[in-house]
């Protein structure tokens, strides 16, 4: 059974293959599908009650209690960035909405501190080490498909869950996945099978646009405060999403660096460039 | 020589086409077990100008999909155009007036992708702009950047207050 929904500001997909009768499998979805608008409750910039919102709002050093999920996922995203040596960058919120990728938000335009993580955590509190715009976009669809394939999973069978391109397999079946072509994005490029893993991709062949005479993405490098503009496509295998996801951001900002950060976690970095030719980052 | 002939000749577009449900099949979902008949319901330019005001977003239709269950709660078929894909959507509405779910009927791909690169263009000798539009109907598992939903959660705003307009008639 097969099932698509609007959520996290894509289309979530769930495809779940089970020896079970069709209301069975329904509920099921219902529930992996349910699984995904709480994390989108929780991370998501666009609305004003998320755990992120009222972190934004927030003023610096202020505790503010969030959702184990958020604290998860900002934990992850301290992890990330200390391990890639700040490339990867919750802060990029700032930048999304001067580039017009967030809605008006009040923002602080501020040096980043290097070295400092963005957010402190202690249990279920969290607080910002300064001034900042957040955004969990980099790492929320990931996180969220692995929630959902947790929700299904304890059911038995296959099954597949795709939130707007971060993917994540589990069961004995092996999946056909596909890749875009960067340089024609309506073309497709097999690649797999897949078994219990995760994939994710960076690209901007629909996110890249004019803002005056700059061509801007929502791939940010926070340090530099650009945007990445080359027109690869980056993807990355791991066992599970949320680290597929940031490590996508990480491989597409760094390349060159990002080959010890992959290993480490155990995970598949390659590139799709734009004259076709696919190869490996580690 | 052969690749200075092709810039000119257009590829044949694919298009990818996918059904998750067919209308009742969405109404069973959104509501399981109630009973619903469908209704073709018109707008009145009054009725398109409050929807218009009230959600902020055009109507493209005056024809409204509508399928109307007990205590007025109602299944509304809706679709939207994006820059890339069509999609066909259903909005179950409880009698509260308030989103009971969402489900995806349909979506297809619309565009060919422009070609950036003339070493692609090689792969397509022979095909020109006469080819038919071919529809892959296969079930393709696409890692790829992130198409956006915006469009669909700007249609429900929409849909929810054609429902309003809809449920008022009585």
Known sequence: ????????????????RARAPEAELERRIRAAFQAVSEVDALMS??????DLSRLNRARQGRWIAVHPHTARVLSLSNELFTASAGIFDVRCGAALVEWGYLPN???VSVPMALGVCPVELDGDRARKTGPWTLDLGGIAKGYAVDRAVECL???GGSGLVNAGGDLRVFGRRAWPVFLREPSAPGLLRPFGPLVNGALATSALYFSEKRRGPW???PLVDVRKRKPLTRRSSVSVLSADCAVADGLTKIA?????????LLNRYNSKGLVLSLNGRLRSLN | MIAGVLIAAPMAQVVRAETYLTEDRAVQALFPGKPFRP???????????????TSGERVLSPRVRVWWGPGRQAVLIDRVIGKHEYITYAVGVGSDGRISGVEILDYRETRGYEIRRPQ?????????AADPLRVNKDIQNISGATLSSTHVTNGIRRVLETYQVLKDRG
């Open chain 2, 120 to 128: 692609w263009r090689k792969q397509f000798v022979g095909k020109t």
């Open chain 1, 252 to 260: 597409a900002l760094a390349p060159s660096q990002a080959a010890d």
């Open chain 1, 45 to 50: 910039f666009h609305r004003c009650d998320s």
């Open chain 1, 105 to 107: 938000r009040k923002i």
């Open chain 2, 39 to 53: 209704q073709w319901a018109e707008l009145s330019p009054g009725d398109i100008k409050k929807i218009q005001d």
């Open chain 1, 215 to 217: 061509l801007v993405s």
């Open chain 1, 153 to 155: 999973r304890a059911g």
């Open chain 1, 1 to 16: 059974m097969r099932r698509a929904r609007p959520l996290l500001g894509t289309f979530v997909v769930i495809d779940l």
